[in-house]
C-alpha cells in the first residue's frame, strides 16, 4: 500500500483499479478504457473554496481513444457523460484516500453546464473537483463541484456531484 501523496500517476491509478493502492477493500478506480484520468497533480483535504479539499486530474487526449472511433461517425467527440464520469472518479478516488472503505458508487449531480467539447486535437483535457462536503459514518458520501477545462478556460460546470461508498453487503 502507497502513503497518502499529493499526486498519482497513470501506474498508481491502476493500482487503485486493481485494489492494490489503498486498503484491500477500499473504492476502486474503473480500469482502462473507463478509467478517464491518465494522473492526479494534485490532492489536498484541507484546500478548496469551502477548505474541504481538492483535486486536479488530466487525461491526455490522442484520436486513438475509443470513444473518438464510435462517437459520433465523421464527427468524433468525447461523451459528455464521459467528462462527467471522470468528476465521479476522482471524488470516489478522495473517499478512499481519506479512508473510505467499501465500493463507490456515483449517486447524482445538481446542475450540469456545457459550454463546448472535447475534439480529437486537444492535447490535454483538465479536471477540478471542489469538495464541500463529507459525510462520515456506516457510509461515506462525498459532495463537491466539478469542472472540465480546456486552454484554461471551463467548458463543463457540475454543481453537487455526489458519490456514496458503501460496505459491500449494503450495495
Known amino acids: 500500500m502507497t502513503g497518502r501523496k499529493s499526486e498519482y500517476s497513470y501506474n498508481e491509478l491502476l ?7 489503498f486498503a484491500p477493500d477500499s473504492p476502486k478506480l474503473p480500469l482502462p478504457p473507463m478509467l478517464m484520468l491518465d494522473r492526479i497533480t494534485h490532492i489536498s ?18 484520436t486513438d481513444l ?3 472511433k464510435c462517437h459520433f461517425q465523421g464527427d ?19 473517499v ?3 479512508g473510505g472503505i467499501g465500493v463507490g458508487r456515483a449517486l447524482g ?14 492535447s490535454v483535457l483538465k479536471y477540478g ?3 464541500k462536503r ?25 454543481s453537487d456531484l455526489r458519490v456514496g461508498v458503501f460496505k459491500k453487503k449494503d450495495v
Open 15 to 21: 493500482k487503485c483499479a486493481n485494489g492494490e493502492l
Open 45 to 62: 483535504d484541507s484546500d478548496g473554496s469551502n477548505g474541504k479539499g481538492s483535486i486536479a486530474a488530466e487525461l491526455d487526449i490522442n
Open 66 to 68: 475509443w470513444f473518438f
Open 76 to 94: 468524433p467527440v468525447m461523451p459528455g457523460c464521459l467528462g462527467i464520469d471522470a468528476l465521479w472518479q476522482m471524488l470516489g478516488f478522495y
Open 96 to 98: 478512499g484516500w481519506i
Open 109 to 122: 449531480v445538481g446542475n450540469i453546464k456545457f459550454s463546448d467539447m472535447v475534439l480529437p486535437n486537444v
Open 129 to 131: 473537483v471542489d469538495v
Open 134 to 158: 463529507v459525510i462520515k459514518g456506516k457510509l461515506y458520501v462525498a459532495v463537491a463541484d466539478g469542472w472540465l477545462e480546456l486552454d484554461n478556460k471551463k467548458i463543463y460546470e457540475i
